[in-house]
């Protein structure tokens, strides 16, 4: 059985969790500093291509995967837009909630009129 998420290996799973996890809490941390600077979302994609071209680097110096695969450089760069576009989104539902608490207050990951 061929692995979709990770590379199949004896510690593909390891790698993918602790490397991903790990570029997934830095992609976070990008998404909420984008979002802090009002920057657009649309800035994120650029930042993300290159944070997953850095973890895949680190799957392959570290744990001898692949480096020429796109599928799994692929699945690292959906998590981490995941990741950076959940933190973008979270910040910026705070900011508008208390930057402009006269008209608008957080629901969920988003804001909403008053």
Known sequence: ???WIWFQSDYGWLAFFVLTGLGALAANATGRSFASAWSP???IGPAMIAL?????FLHF???QEDLASLYYYGVTLIV??????YG????????MATQYSWAFEKSGLSWRAR
Not at 52 to 56: D, F, G, P, R, W
Not at 80 to 85: E, F, Q, R, T, V
Request: hydrophobic content about 70%; proline content about 0%; overall charge positive.
């Open 41 to 43: 979302i649309a800035m």
């Open 52 to 56: 997953a071209a850095a973890v895949h």
């Open 80 to 85: 981490l837009l995941a990741a950076a576009i």
């Open 61 to 63: 110096a570290l744990f």
């Open 1 to 3: 059985m061929t692995a």
């Open 88 to 95: 973008y989104q979270s910040t910026r539902a705070r900011q």
